[in-house]
């Protein structure tokens, strides 16, 4: 995928393609061993009882926002880059939760240089409930 | 209980305020941590060949594999940081944590032979009381730079205790 879209193809108030994942211990354990990631939270369901998660351990908050940065590195392309991320962290991600990446358009301009796309993001799991409210800013080549 | 605590803002903060510190240096990226991060941040789909194919990244933009923005170079430290697997559960005020957040801004793209230094500074806080309680909101700022001294990324981090 070395360009998937250019700046003059997008517009303000477009949609980017979702991206999805349903996470359980699987997702979780491999993020946790690559990021040497270990905290009781994301590993026992005791400690996430003890966290006041009454459903037990939970997702880990990286995880989600590598995420969005894996939807918009779906969605640009191999030839395009990512400028910033951004994310606040509002409602856990349970176990066997299909989280879904969303991200709309909200400006696009020419910035020192670049032809800069700016997006309003969010992680929504599977009853459309917002997990982590967002931003990016992409940067697309020209046609 | 934490009504009983009246901040939780400490001396330390106080002085470390605005302070760069923390400096430390990584270990050569490595194409295998490059691929295995991929494969564990797309699982359970195949992660894409610019994280892992060199033949294909040499014909990008990039002319060879990079790592994720998100990939870290500072995982597994042989000396651990103080802390960082505490057990039980925790019950005094300000004890228990929370990730808050994050904004990274990135620059040029991490390669394998890359080595990163970091360092953080508290960046500043606020605190209030919260559903939770008495609740401390702090901003982390850390900078990532290459062998070159070109920016990788910075990221302000948002940590919450209560």
């Not at chain 1, 360009?3 to 393609?17: A, S």
């Amino acid at each position: 995928m070395p360009i998937n879209v250019r700046f003059e193809d997008v517009k303000v108030g477009d949609d980017m393609p979702g991206w999805s994942r349903t996470t359980d211990f699987m997702n979780w354990n491999r993020y946790a061993a690559v990021n040497d990631e270990f905290v009781y939270i994301h590993m026992d369901d005791a400690a996430g009882r003890a966290a006041l998660n009454e459903r037990g351990a939970f997702g880990m908050g990286n995880l989600r926002y590598t995420y969005m940065l894996n939807a918009l590195r779906e969605w640009i392309g191999d030839e395009a880059d990512i400028r910033e991320v951004g994310l606040q962290f509002r409602a856990i991600n349970q176990k066997d939760d299909t989280l879904t990446v969303t991200g709309k358009i909200t400006d696009k301009r020419v910035e020192d240089g670049e032809n800069r796309v700016f997006l309003e993001m969010n992680v929504v799991n599977q009853e459309g409930q917002p997990t982590c409210p967002g931003h990016a800013v992409v940067v697309l080549p020209n046609r | 209980m934490t009504s009983e605590v009246e901040t939780l803002v400490t001396a330390d903060m106080q002085e470390k305020r605005g302070v760069w510190e923390n400096e430390r240096v990584s270990p050569p990226v490595s194409e295998s941590d490059i691929r295995k991060w991929g494969i564990a941040s797309y699982w359970p789909e195949k992660p894409p060949r610019l994280f892992w194919d060199t033949d294909y990244a040499n014909g990008t933009r990039w002319k060879g594999i990079i790592a994720p923005h998100d990939f870290n170079p500072f995982a597994w430290p042989i000396e651990r940081p103080a802390g960082r697997e505490a057990s039980g559960p925790r019950t005094a005020a300000g004890s228990r944590g929370m990730n808050g957040g994050q904004v990274e801004t990135f620059g040029v793209a991490m390669h394998p032979g890359d080595v990163i230094t970091s360092r953080t500074r508290l960046k500043d806080w606020n605190e209030r009381t919260t559903r939770l309680g008495l609740t401390l909101f702090t901003e982390t700022e850390m900078e990532w730079r290459n062998q070159r001294g070109e920016l990788v990324k910075t990221r302000i981090s948002t940590g919450i205790r209560y």
